[in-house]
């Protein structure tokens, strides 16, 4: 592949991202890792270390970008600092575990457990009933805790933030309004992209057929583009938050959840949509 082309591929996607960070409060994972690995593999990287790679450079430009998605919903008063950061330590923990696990298993299952996680986490916001008006939102340390480990170690084998999983969570177990569980969930991912970077960096040291300016499973190359673009559109995407209803929010989350889903599982190419 022509440098210049993955270049402004890259750069298209964090302009992306970004937006989407601060719209949906996710860290944009089933738009930069399908596009990195095409990158990776378009340049003769193996499959294999490719989505590795996808997975680990993606969890670091998820960091600066919920940083500022994060910053700005905070100033909008809809980020629960407290559950975040008891959700985001714990996740991050079961991020390093998620990350280690990875590195041992093959490439074709670590993309076909992203798809599978994107598509039913999809399924399962669209067909959960929203919370009544009486449901409180659930403050108890402990649940946090116990949902947030295994999240955190999700997160860190299919390499993303937790957003995508840990806001249908959110809503639908700890009764979070969507704006609420938008703005929480962007400082839950600073803690979680922390853990699962160390995580990758540490377990791809040495490994062979890594791309140029890879520091382990994490490209610095490709982190400088896809960063830089899209914590500028961050703040973008969180002034379009909240001009937008939460059922709207709802509906274009899920609408971008399902087609990566179906994309990263195949069923796309196999119905000759892709």
Excluded at 203 to 231: C, D, F, K, Q, R
Aim: proline letters at 4%.
């Amino acid at each position: 592949m022509d440098p210049i082309i993955a270049i402004i591929a890259l750069a298209i996607t964090g302009i992306c991202v970004g937006f989407a960070s601060g719209l949906l409060g996710i860290g944009g994972c089933f738009i930069m890792v399908p596009v990195q690995y095409w990158v990776y593999t378009s340049m003769g990287v193996c499959p294999d270390t490719a989505i590795k790679v996808s997975f680990g450079t993606n969890l670091l430009v998820v960091l600066p970008t919920v940083i500022s998605g994060a910053y700005g919903h905070s100033k909008k008063g809809v980020v629960f600092w407290r559950a975040g950061i008891v959700l985001g330590i714990t996740s991050a923990i079961g991020a390093v575990i998620g990350a280690t696990i990875a590195a041992q298993l093959p490439g074709a299952i670590l993309e076909f457990a992203f798809g599978l996680v994107v598509l039913l986490s999809a399924i399962r916001m669209l067909t959960s009933k929203p919370p009544k008006f009486h449901e409180e939102l659930k403050d108890s340390q402990f649940l946090w805790v116990l949902l947030a480990f295994p999240i955190g170690i999700v997160s860190g084998i299919i390499g993303i933030g937790g957003g995508i999983i840990m806001i249908p969570v959110m809503i639908v177990v700890l009764k979070f309004k969507m704006h609420q569980a938008i703005g929480t969930s962007t400082a839950i991912m600073i803690f979680t992209s922390i853990g699962g970077v160390i995580g990758y960096i540490i377990n791809g040291l040495g490994v062979e057929g890594l791309p140029a300016y890879s520091i382990g499973y994490v490209n610095l190359s490709s982190w400088l583009v896809l960063a830089t673009t899209s914590v500028m559109m961050a703040q973008v995407g969180v002034k379009a938050s909240h001009k937008l209803p939460a059922r709207e929010l709802q509906y274009i989350f899920i609408t971008m959840m399902i087609y990566v889903g179906l994309k990263m599982l195949g069923v796309l190419e196999w119905l000759g949509l892709s």
